[in-house]
């Protein structure tokens, strides 16, 4: 199993924007598990909070929860790659993530 049921019911794509030399830009999908959107919000501003990146960063856009078995599935059924989890990501990897 991709996801662990202990850390949120759902799994939630979640965008962040930014601005870089005064353009508003935006990461891909990174996903978030929580037990509902307000959790999810909290664990991105948390994450941005410990990275030290908090004010230059914010939570542009979260999406409507997946059940972790469903999307687990859709992944499978797909034959497609999981976005990255919040929670794997070093500072270094969310970095490198905004830049793709």
């Given at each position: 199993m991709l996801f662990d049921p202990e850390?949120?019911?759902?799994?939630?794509?979640?965008?962040?924007?930014?601005?870089?030399?005064?353009?508003?830009?935006?990461?891909?999908?990174?996903?978030?598990?929580?037990?509902?959107?307000e959790e999810a919000e909290e664990k991105v501003l948390e994450y941005l909070?410990?990275?030290d990146l908090e004010g230059k960063f914010w939570v542009e856009e979260?999406?409507?929860?997946?059940?972790?078995?469903?999307y687990e599935q859709h992944l499978k059924e797909e034959d497609i790659a999981?976005?990255?989890l919040l929670s794997e990501l070093t500072e270094e990897d969310f970095m490198e993530l905004l830049s793709e």
């Open positions: 850390e949120g019911i759902y799994v939630f794509e979640v965008i962040v924007g930014y601005r870089t030399n005064g353009v508003t830009r935006f990461s891909s999908p990174i996903l978030v598990q929580a037990d509902d959107e909070s410990d990275m979260i999406s409507e929860p997946f059940k972790i078995k469903e999981p976005y990255p």
